[in-house]
């Protein structure tokens, strides 16, 4: 069965410091998509990345990063100079392709306290 | 481009009550995913559903139920509700493309509590 594993439970810096968030999962199926989401108080859910098991790219958008490693079953992030409205709950998630849909099986979270 | 609609945003009801929550997906997006939220299980996917039929389910009791309409909103229902169901309910939906797993976008969710 598929599992999604964030050892960081909460993690707390000053205003422009990086943090980055651990994600490692767990599947048996080839084929896969990987996801990170940010819950802000507000309790919606944005979607920040997604990724298929065949692109092992590294991506960077604008002070975001992600690190994919495959041999390590990880799908890391990384917040560069952060800010305080980055302040948030972090999901990792993923969805097999054999699920024939979009069932999404997220980690615990991480919470990311940024102080000023 | 309207987001994803949920309502109402709070609930409150009595054991033993049943609760319909709403969600309208994204238009164009005909894929509706409904999870549950609580702060011991985390994010626990419900079921989703694709063209009015129940695509994937959840390990949820069958007193959860949903029903999807021929114009992509979903409701999802909950019979004699219990205090361990109040959580926030989100929905997300996504857009069908072939066999690929697209991004689910969410909704801001229903606060639903138990008393």
């Known amino acids: 069965a598929q599992k999604v594993t964030q050892a960081q439970t909460e993690i707390s810096v000053v205003e422009k410091e990086d943090v980055t968030l651990d994600c490692v999962y767990e599947?048996?199926?080839?084929?896969?998509?990987l996801f990170w989401y940010k819950q802000p108080p507000s309790g919606e859910l944005v979607f920040l990345i997604r990724?298929?098991?065949?692109?092992?790219q590294n991506e960077i958008s604008g002070r975001y990063s992600w690190n994919f490693q495959k041999s390590t079953s990880s799908f890391n992030f990384t917040i560069t100079a952060s800010q305080v409205v980055d302040s948030a709950v972090y999901f990792c998630?993923?969805?097999?392709?054999?699920?024939?849909?979009?069932?999404?099986?997220f980690g615990g979270g991480t919470r990311v306290l940024v102080k000023p | 481009k309207a987001g994803v609609t949920q309502t109402p945003r709070y609930l409150i009801k009595t054991r033993g009550q049943q609760v319909t929550l709403s969600c309208s997906p994204i238009s164009g997006h005909r894929s509706v995913s409904w999870y549950q939220q609580t702060p011991g299980q985390g994010l626990q996917f419900l079921f989703e559903?694709?063209?009015?039929?129940?695509?994937n389910k959840g390990n949820f009791p069958g007193r959860f139920s949903g029903r999807q309409f021929s114009n992509s909103r979903s409701e999802m229902n909950v019979s004699t509700l219990e205090l361990g169901d109040s959580a926030l309910y989100l929905c997300?939906?996504?857009?069908?493309?072939?066999?690929?797993?697209?991004?689910?976008?969410f909704g801001q969710g229903t606060r639903l509590t138990v008393v």
């Open positions: 997300a939906s996504s857009l069908v493309r072939g066999s690929e797993n697209t991004e689910a976008f």
């Open positions: 990724r298929n098991s065949f692109d092992e």
């Open positions: 599947t048996r199926d080839t084929t896969y998509y």
């Open positions: 559903y694709f063209s009015e039929t129940q695509r």
């Open positions: 998630a993923l969805s097999e392709a054999r699920a024939a849909g979009n069932k999404l099986t």
